[in-house]
């Protein structure tokens, strides 16, 4: 269960990390979109593995198939099908894990859940599965430039190092110039040498994500439990490894008395309605305002390592393990495609629904 | 739309804090479940306002009715309906707001979406929605606990004062000693004399609520889009003016390595599987460990103060306005049982669909 | 589980025959709807019982009261909350219900459920669990009128005695003129009578429900599971004493040769494209063709009768029964609203949904 | 939209005739159910073109391939997605559908609907949809058998041909034994006399697909919305083709009296409640009563048929059509394994959401 999201807009994943493929199906698009396989795949050569120096080694195109719902360039309106086969799999990398569970991975929760696990990988759990999430995030984002917003997400920090980046005029181009996706260049260096590092340790880090949604048209949201901010807190909860997400001026706004924090209200020069400051991050009881959309995500250090940990086989017994595949020492710079396209997924639908309810 | 919530047991809330009355429709709640209007009331009456000197001076009694579903004292297993009747309104204190919006509140957002919006208060993004959150939230709570599961929620943080608090033996009559909902009963009155010397000044403050359920057992959540941290994150973050969310080591954990962040395995004396650290807050992989679930929730320094702030009217014209109602100058100590019943419904849900899916 | 219909317009009910009374919330309806409680009430009274001499005579006013979700006449968009309070019951009419097992009623299938039965009535299978839907359906019909849509139900036959109307031509005026709701005058006349005699036998009868919406336009309706023909399939299934469900030619089709049985298209004056005939009720792989749609439910006999019947006791131990209380001999023209509200609900809720994703 | 069926036991389908594949993806089922691919395609082969000589000669092996959720022989509780290939495509069959509306198709209302339309076949109203619902069927069936559960369609009538079959003891092997799948032998001789002579004539039949639930356990379904008829009526409504649906006594108990319809309860040598008659159909107030369920769906004539027939073309020219292509002349031997599979979907998901509810 679980594995849909959305309420018109709405995808469905599948998939393990070792088995047929993974993928997604992709219910409510609307019609006559005009999308290409490239602009998909774009997305997909962000988000997959051996990209780069920094990331997992493994070598996996990824290449997708849109199995129905697209028609001469165009969406029918039917459900999108994608599939990506899986490749490159080593089971023997992941033998040890059929008796021996990896501290803060989810295969001793999935036997007590199920009482049944596919060792061969980290199953639903793999990174593997946001391949979907990715893929319709392609095609949520194209919705939403013809509509006029722009989704753009960066690493903002890894570790302790922060990077100074400006979300009002953050630009595609600067966040793909190097390979850890963050836009300010001298930190991103600072990032990259701390990454390699720390990979080569045999040990993992984690960092945050940035992810701005800009001119995104007041109205978007709902008053009560699915507000902007509720719905995009589940979304990026929901990918592997985040621990925490803020909105706006999140937990530091929580130092601020209210004549601080609160936005202001002044009229621009072409007579809109807008706010001095955006601790709100343009959302205003969980319905957008017309200002700049800011989330931020916490992804915490890779749980695989190669340095030797202590663990437990299924029977209990106490043991020591040590990764011997192939991983990311940090997911942050993987994670940007995913968050943006949690971030799209949830405005495309917020979209419709408005569309459906209130006419426009 | 977007007035439900949960999948199995699940809770439709109505009503503006201004007209008939506000409640909740609870569907799915499992039937011959002993629960008495004294067991709803009492959560109500820790959310009410003008429960003490710290909270707004508007007596509400927010006496329940229960309306259907229950019959001799036990659950028919048919949609339990509350209501709350709306009473001591003053609508001349909201006069000003028809036409005039005020700072980091709903009016303008309301206004772009709807095009209406019941200027007699708050409307849904009232805290008196939240008095059908509570009423459901009873009622999960008397589920999970005949399930062994105890949830218990308090003020972590005023601002910059943290009280220093241990989850895992924290007590409700500890909580519930002070009129802050602060354990540490010593930072419990530096925050209390605080609250009250902001309120004198016509200004807010806010912070963190944290809240853990114990005896959790493991296998509840999901791997994909509804882990169970994404969907407390989206129950915690729907509540009004919550900032950012986090599970376990949260934002901090993103300045560890894997090798201090990960939680080792090791067999306890009774033979049962458990983490020697718990990073992960009781889940891994979006399923629970068994291990105590830890959450913590942002809230901004309340909206409403009687400062004046620059701000328009509806039609854009810049003007000044001074909040002239009855407002509490920090939400927290009453967000603590809000949050505490959108983490009880989230778990009920999960315990009713792994049931369902995994019949344990 | 299972009390709430549609998925943008979107309506929960609640409330048993017995206890503080029944009702709905109406989710998702579009802002700035004018509406009156008259226009309410209005569909109500031809729902409610002892409307006539051929109705149980239990005097039930039925007066709605609006919780929230309306300001000045006018929708808010937010959740429409829909009261009617429970009246003039008597227990004592029902305490045998308690130990005994009324045949064909769902005393023994709750029972078996839930493990408990509120006995003092029907319960959530009470006809007055419909009060909410024939309310919600009063607004949709509101919301489908400005669309150019209008829903006409009638009584198409009682027992065996069948009506000569014409679904194309038929008026709301004509099936208010006679208290069977038959616009057919003469077969009117003998349905009551055939009622009336029937009534003094302690026995009763059943009949079918035509029910017509005109002015649909094309494009309403899903290609798949959401085909308009399930979705209203759905809808009146699920009303009381339904057993059976036609569009179109429905059962009398699958006794024609395609050749008989297709729509020929042609394009009429106005250049639109119609069919000739109308054999898909208006319906064709589940899209809405702008040709009426026609829909027939048939009822079964009303199972509380006069008459003594073998039945069992809650201990399984042989007895017989004969009802005391005061029933309808024939709940047909009562069902007349309640046909129309669920068609009602059903377009409605396609309509917002086409409009959400197709923008039309 | 609407391409998604159940609540807890949930399939999606996907894929249009023609394109990379049709296909499912099952989410919500038990883990650790052991099945095997040859059950599932079992069910494919009951379905797929060219099984016979009436129906039509395409020639589609339908083999399936499962992607995801299957474990050395068991489910994982993870999505069990599954991909059938298209073949055989002859477009030239089609090129005329580009621009002239086949009658009684879903042709014209995709285009008012969508706006575009895959013209190279049938789209989403393919009949190659239901092989994603007769593949989940399988998987539904098995965990229904499992729970002492058996379900058997047949055809019940072919035109005016109807079959004498006692639901109460018909078995697969009966159903199986001749191609049109009407287990009374003589009559199903006249059936396959009837459907070769009107395919010769190119013209088409259609009749009524009956199927029972044997052995299901009382209390499944719902008492309001999700009344276990009204899922069942969307289930089976949204076949192609379909135009009716009854359960038990169906629009034929219309013409009794309630003394003579109503089922009388008795109690059986084993001490259990039985009714003695079974016009319920199985269902009492939405909910099982563990009598047999039985429900009778019709399925109109083929609308594709070699005759000449009056249309128009897509800017509204009236001309005429005659279909080319190869098609079944009687849909109802390859509906049966449909029925059966929509009915297995229903029950499963009812039987886990009772689970989930009530514990049992």
Same mark, same amino acid.
């Given at each position: 269960m679980g594995n849909t999201f959305g309420h018109l807009f709405r995808i469905t994943t599948f998939g393990e990390s070792h088995g047929g493929g993974v993928g997604v199906i992709i219910d409510g698009c609307p019609p006559r979109l005009e999308i290409s396989i490239d602009e998909i795949q774009f997305e997909l050569d962000r988000r997959r593995?051996? +990209?780069?120096?920094?990331?997992?080694?493994?070598? *996996?195109?990824d290449q997708c198939e849109?199995?129905?719902?697209?028609f001469e360039g165009k969406t029918l309106g039917t459900p999108i099908a994608i599939l990506v086969r899986n490749k490159d799999t080593r089971p023997q990398d992941y033998s040890e894990m059929a008796h021996t569970y990896r501290p803060s991975h989810a295969d001793a929760t999935y036997d007590a859940k199920?009482?049944?696990?596919?060792? +061969?990988?980290?199953?639903?759990?793999?990174?593997? *599965?946001?391949i979907g999430r990715v893929a319709a995030g392609a095609i949520a984002k194209k919705i939403l430039k013809q509509a006029g917003v722009e989704i753009i997400g960066y690493v903002k920090r890894i570790k302790d190092l922060e990077g100074a980046v400006n979300p009002d005029t953050v630009t595609l181009e600067q966040v793909e110039?190097?390979?850890?996706?963050?836009?300010d260049a001298d930190c991103a260096e600072r990032m990259i040498d701390l990454i390699e590092q720390i990979g080569r340790q045999g040990d993992s880090i984690g960092g945050v994500v940035e992810c701005v949604a800009r001119g995104v048209p007041a109205?978007?949201?709902?008053?009560?439990?699915?507000?902007l901010e509720a719905d995009l807190a589940k979304g990026v909860m929901s990918l592997p490894a985040s621990k925490g997400f803020e909105i706006?001026?999140?937990?530091?706004?929580?130092?601020?008395t209210g004549s601080e924090h609160n936005d202001e209200f002044y009229t621009d020069e072409q007579g809109q309605i807008r706010t001095v400051t955006n601790r709100s991050g343009g959302v205003q009881g969980g319905i957008s305002n017309s200002e700049n959309i800011l989330i931020r995500v916490a992804f915490k250090p890779t749980?695989?390592?190669r340095k030797e940990q202590r663990t437990v086989t299924t029977d209990g017994t106490e043991t020591v393990l040590a990764a011997k595949g192939r991983h990311d020492p940090c997911v942050l710079p993987r994670a940007v495609p995913m968050v943006e396209a949690m971030m799209a997924i949830v405005l495309c639908d917020h979209l419709l629904r408005q569309r459906g309810q209130c006419g426009k």
């Amino acid at each position: 269960m679980g594995n849909t999201f959305g309420h018109l807009f709405r995808i469905t994943t599948f998939g393990e990390s070792h088995g047929g493929g993974v993928g997604v199906i992709i219910d409510g698009c609307p019609p006559r979109l005009e999308i290409s396989i490239d602009e998909i795949q774009f997305e997909l050569d962000r988000r997959r593995p051996g +990209q780069s120096k920094i990331t997992t080694p493994r070598k *996996e195109a990824d290449q997708c198939e849109v199995l129905s719902g697209l028609f001469e360039g165009k969406t029918l309106g039917t459900p999108i099908a994608i599939l990506v086969r899986n490749k490159d799999t080593r089971p023997q990398d992941y033998s040890e894990m059929a008796h021996t569970y990896r501290p803060s991975h989810a295969d001793a929760t999935y036997d007590a859940k199920y009482g049944i696990r596919n060792w +061969q990988g980290g199953g639903r759990s793999s990174a593997r *599965e946001t391949i979907g999430r990715v893929a319709a995030g392609a095609i949520a984002k194209k919705i939403l430039k013809q509509a006029g917003v722009e989704i753009i997400g960066y690493v903002k920090r890894i570790k302790d190092l922060e990077g100074a980046v400006n979300p009002d005029t953050v630009t595609l181009e600067q966040v793909e110039s190097n390979i850890v996706r963050c836009p300010d260049a001298d930190c991103a260096e600072r990032m990259i040498d701390l990454i390699e590092q720390i990979g080569r340790q045999g040990d993992s880090i984690g960092g945050v994500v940035e992810c701005v949604a800009r001119g995104v048209p007041a109205g978007l949201g709902m008053p009560v439990f699915d507000k902007l901010e509720a719905d995009l807190a589940k979304g990026v909860m929901s990918l592997p490894a985040s621990k925490g997400f803020e909105i706006g001026s999140g937990f530091a706004g929580t130092l601020l008395t209210g004549s601080e924090h609160n936005d202001e209200f002044y009229t621009d020069e072409q007579g809109q309605i807008r706010t001095v400051t955006n601790r709100s991050g343009g959302v205003q009881g969980g319905i957008s305002n017309s200002e700049n959309i800011l989330i931020r995500v916490a992804f915490k250090p890779t749980a695989t390592i190669r340095k030797e940990q202590r663990t437990v086989t299924t029977d209990g017994t106490e043991t020591v393990l040590a990764a011997k595949g192939r991983h990311d020492p940090c997911v942050l710079p993987r994670a940007v495609p995913m968050v943006e396209a949690m971030m799209a997924i949830v405005l495309c639908d917020h979209l419709l629904r408005q569309r459906g309810q209130c006419g426009k």
